[in-house]
């Protein structure tokens, strides 16, 4: 009989397939060395008490090192992209400690987090929705 | 051979691993910073030479009933780059006093 994998393990597993093949193993191994050390941890301080959530939050946190060693591993035009990885991380990151650091002191910032989801919801929706739906195409992608 | 220019928060891991919490989660706890900076900044640190890293003992760790981890130590060229990157920010130099 098999061993179901653990959620915080498929993460890493998964995860795993940004790093550049000839780290994977190692990377994957590091990962899982940390998330059985932190749940033993976790259930010493705690015993009994339900570790999945927070060993799942854990295991998270590897996206932002898997996309490290991918980028570093890319070169375009001779040149590496890491730099390009800041950008990403950043991007993809500050907004939301940002705002949830804005919810979390007053709900007065509501509105405005309200309109900037509605409208990148929006944009994404007509984008990748509705356009390929409905067969709609840029000016620049007709044919004449 | 160039000086090395440390990040603050490259520093820190740096520090962090210099005292002694030598595992990415370990040096995420003392200094408080994301998964999503601390291990980037082993990677780099490793990258220049400042940190070696080793397997745990598997002994160790089956002690305990868990893989090995991984932990990190910082070489001589690191801790050259660490007394240059502490004159830089002063304030660090506290942050790990009486630890």
């Not at chain 1, 996206?63 to 730099?83: E, I, K």
């Not at chain 2, 640190?45 to 009933?65: F, M, S």
Request: hydrophobic share 45%; charged share 25%; net charge positive.
């Amino acid at each position: 009989m098999t061993m179901p994998v653990q959620p915080h393990l498929r993460v890493i597993l998964i995860l795993g397939w940004f790093v550049p093949r000839a780290r994977r193993g190692e990377w994957r191994r590091e990962w899982e060395g940390e998330l059985a050390y932190f749940e033993a941890r976790l259930r010493r301080r705690s015993p009994g008490a339900d570790v999945r959530w927070q060993l799942f939050a854990r295991a998270l946190g590897a996206w932002g090192d898997a996309l490290h060693l991918n980028f570093n591993s890319r070169m375009v035009g001779g040149r590496c992209v890491a730099p390009l990885y800041n950008a990403i991380w950043f991007a993809t990151t500050f907004p939301w400690y940002y705002w949830l650091g804005r919810l979390s002191v007053s709900w007065q910032w509501r509105d405005e987090i309200v309109l900037v989801l509605a409208f990148g919801g929006g944009f994404a929706f007509e984008r990748w929705v509705l356009r390929p739906l409905l067969d709609i195409r840029g000016p620049r992608m007709r044919r004449s | 051979m160039t000086p090395v220019r440390l990040s603050t928060a490259a520093t820190m891991v740096l520090q962090a691993i210099a005292h002694g919490y030598e595992y990415g989660f370990d040096v995420m706890d003392a200094t408080g910073l994301p998964s999503g900076t601390v291990y980037p900044a082993l990677r780099r640190l490793e990258a220049l030479g400042l940190v070696d890293a080793h397997w745990e003992k598997h002994a160790v760790a089956q002690k305990e009933l868990r893989p090995p981890r991984r932990y990190y130590e910082v070489t001589g060229a690191g801790k050259v780059a660490l007394a240059e990157a502490v004159k830089r920010y002063p304030l660090l130099k506290r942050a790990f006093e009486g630890a």
